[in-house]
């Protein structure tokens, strides 16, 4: 339990500055989702908790730099783990679980504690919390661009059109409605589908009211 909460207390600061969804109340709900799915699904929770605890460090660097937070977030983890004394094992199994978590990576991991994880870390972009990162992590990134110039290619379609409506709408249908295909376990599949619920209603409100029509799998 040490080690669980001086990565955390290592997180925390590292992610003090984080503007947009990514944050530590984001790795706080991953890390219970995963111990959720755990319970059903099996794997080892020292790894769980690690690799869920520091999957996101790399989300500043990215920010700055461009490039692949998961990457970097991982190169973050190992040089960390390393200095507090963890197996080099336990490290290696640990920043397999980073490397292969996101969403836009297309990855299918092949350890069970990578694919609880990678579940984990998507079902957090579903329901009422889905929807609000997804509308704060819009803003943050059109703010960054304007402020800086850093573009994010893969968000051209959703996040810099020119009506937010119409890029939240089409976010989705790139990305909340097509989760529930990419779930790894039968677990985060039952709580993704009681997630969706409150999006369809929602987006279909939303539409509704800024004169949008859609179609809502």
Known sequence: ??????TREFVTIFLEDEPSSHDMSHINRVEALCMEIREEEGGDPLVLRLAALLHDVGVIREHE?????????????????GKAGVPEKVIDRVT??????RFSGGHSPKTVEARI???ADRLDA????????????????RMLKHTTGIDKGASKKTV????PVAGFNEY???KPFTIPGKLNTGTAKRIAEERLKIMRLYLEALNRESGLEGNYP
């Open 1 to 6: 339990m040490e080690l669980i909460e001086k």
């Open 65 to 81: 730099e461009g490039g692949d937070h998961a990457e970097y977030s991982a190169e973050i983890a190992a040089e960390f783990l």
């Open 96 to 101: 397999y679980c980073i490397r292969t978590h």
């Open 117 to 119: 994880l990678q579940d």
């Open 126 to 141: 579903l329901g009422a919390v889905g929807i609000f990162r997804a509308v704060l992590s819009m803003g943050a990134l």
């Open 160 to 163: 810099y059109v020119k009506d």
């Open 172 to 174: 989705m249908h790139y």
